[in-house]
C-alpha cells in the first residue's frame, strides 16, 4: 500500500521535472541570441572598479593585475581598492599598485558594503562595478557587459562566473554548480527575473545606485539585497555570457559550510524584507514564478534527501533481514502481477531520472556557454556531484533555517 511519504516523493520529482523542463525550455527559445552581447556604445563610458578587500594578502595582487590588463581605454577606467581594516598585509600590497594609476583607500573594518560605499564616494565613473578581491576577470570582460546599458531600462550586469583551479574535492563540486549556474543566471535575465548579482564583476548605472542609496551596509548578502532593490525599484538586470570570471572557492567542507550558511541566511532575511516580491504579478515571472520556485526547490530538497536516505535505508534493512533468515530465499517479481504502488512508484522512478537528464542536458549547455573544453572531466565530476553535493546543500539550508529560528548572532563568513 503507498502511504504519505510515496505521495509526498511522487509530487516533488514532477516539481523538479517542471522547473528544469520550463528553464530549458526559455533557453531554447533564445538560443539564437543567448551567446550575443550588445554592441558597444557608441560614446564609451568612465568605468570605476571598486575593489574592497579584507584580509587578501594571497589574492589582491592577481586580481589588480588583472583589472590592469582589462581591454578598455586607460582614461576611461578607474580602479579604487579599498582595504577595510586589513590586518595582515593587503595594504602594502595595494600601495605598491599606485604607480600603476589604482586609488587606494584604506578605512576602519566596516565589512563589505561600507567599502564599497567609500570607493562610491570618490569614484568617477558612469558605470561602476564591484570586483571581489578574491577574483581573476578575463580581459575582453567589460566590452562584453557595457552594451547592455544602451537599454535605459538596465541598472545591472551581471558576469559568469568560474571557479578559479579547482584542486579540491569540494572545489571540483563547486566547479559543477558554477557552471549550471551560469545556464540558470542567463535564462533568469531571459525572464527578467535574476535576484542577485554575484559580488566578482557586477557592473551597475551610477545613477540608479546613488538614487538607491547604495550597498546596504550590516546585510550578509549585500548583492543580492541590492539586486532585490533595483527589481522592486522596477529597473531590469542582464547577464552576460561572454564575460568570463575566475573566482576563489572554498577548499574545504567546513568552510563551505560556513560560506552557504551566510548566502542562504542571506536569501532568508533579504526574502523577508522584499516579501513584497513574492506571488506579486507586477514583478513579472520573478515575482510569480521564480522565487516561489526557489522557497519550494528548498522544500523539494529536504523531501528528495530524506526519500534517499530512507530508501537505502529500507533497502540495507530488507537486505539485511532476509540473509539473517536461514532458508528464506529473494522473492521473485511477477512482471504480469504489478501491483498499482510498484506502478506508482516506477512512475516517480522515471521522473527523477527524467530530471537527472535533463539536468546533465543543461551542464552540457553550460559547458558549451562557459567555453569549457574539458567535457569528459566535467561530467566525470557531474555524475560524483549529483550524488554527493545535494546532501551539502540540504546540510547548508537546514543549518541556515535553525540559526535563523534561533536568531544566532550573524556575522560575515567567507
Known sequence: MLNYWDYVTFVASIISFFAFFTYLLVYLENRKKVFK??????KLPKVSILVPAYNEEKTIEKTLKSLLKLNYPKHLLEIIAINDGSTDNTLKIMKKFEKHGVKVIDKPN???????????????GDIIVCMDADSIVSKNALKYTLGYFNDPKVAAVASSLKVYRPKTFWQKMQFVEYIYNIFLRKVLALMNAVFVVPGPFGLYRRSVLEKLGGWEEGNLTEDMELTMR?????YKVETSLNSI???????TFKRLIKQRIRWYRGFLINARKYKELFLNPRFGDLGVYVLPLYIIFIVVLFISMASTIYSLYTMIRDFVLINLKAGIEMPDLNLRSIDPPYLFMSVSTIFWLANIVIYAYIFFISMHMSKERRFLRGFLVYFVQIIFYPFVLAYSWLLSIWKEIRGARIKWER
Open 37 to 42: 552581447d550588445p554592441p558597444l556604445p557608441k
Open 245 to 251: 570570471v575566475y573566482t576563489k572557492t572554498p577548499e
Open 230 to 234: 533595483i527589481q522592486k525599484a522596477g
Open 110 to 124: 566596516g565589512g563589505k558594503a561600507s567599502a564599497l560605499n567609500a570607493g562610491l564616494k570618490i569614484a568617477k
